[in-house]
């Protein structure tokens, strides 16, 4: 298999259909096998029967539900346990990332050989209040790492290689620093891809 999509969502029952009928759009015509494991982390709304219902719809969804709220890191270690694919993509499922970017991600892992590729949302549709504590979180994490070529440690937009996520463990509040776990893990090729940032659509 190409590739797989890992998507961590909490209350995303309106944006899903159309993200993954977006998803299928791409790949399809890139031709890719690929699988998308929505991991659906506590929802309250009527996530999971979306996902179920895009299930019947797709046969490359799959779905796994949390009972209570775990977070984001526990949503992206539960789903890189599942995956499957060559090189593994986790998006955001709030449509603010575009599949489209994926073709590019594969490229880069399976022909220019990176361990992972980092997106890099230099025009941001975010608040003041989310952009400032961004941009310190991103100079303090480029100083203690040494990964002094990323610009957006936390953007949700990412590819790996398989075995990189097979070699990690993402747990806490960790999910924002996936690259330098993996440089902890000696994935030392770690590149960054600049990616549009979508406007958000539905919900907060």
Not at 22 to 43: K, L, Q, R
Not at 143 to 161: A, E, Q, T, V
């Amino acid at each position: 298999m190409d590739i797989s999509v890992v998507i961590p969502l909490y209350n995303e029952e309106e944006s899903l259909p159309e993200l993954a009928e977006w998803i299928n759009t791409v790949m399809v015509h890139n031709g890719f096998s690929f699988e998308a494991i929505f991991v659906d982390d506590g929802s309250n709304d009527s996530s999971w029967n979306v996902i179920t219902a895009l299930a019947d719809k797709y046969n490359w969804v799959k779905g796994i539900r949390f009972r209570r709220n775990y977070g984001k890191s526990a949503a992206l270690n539960e789903g890189f346990k599942a995956t499957e694919g060559d090189v593994v993509i986790t998006m955001d499922a709030d449509l603010q990332d575009s599949p489209e970017e994926i073709p590019e991600l594969y490229r880069l892992i399976k022909e220019e050989k990176y361990d992972l590729i980092s997106g890099y949302k230099q025009k941001r549709y975010d608040p003041l209040s989310k952009t400032i504590p961004t941009r310190l979180f991103n100079w303090t994490t480029r100083k203690m790492s040494g990964i002094n070529n990323l610009h957006d440690f936390n953007c949700g937009l990412k590819s790996y290689r398989n075995d990189v996520v097979k070699n990690i463990e993402v747990y806490g509040e960790m999910h924002r620093y996936i690259p330098v776990i993996a440089k902890w893990a000696g994935f030392k090729k770690i590149g960054e891809l600049v990616v549009h940032h979508q406007p958000r659509k539905y919900g907060k």
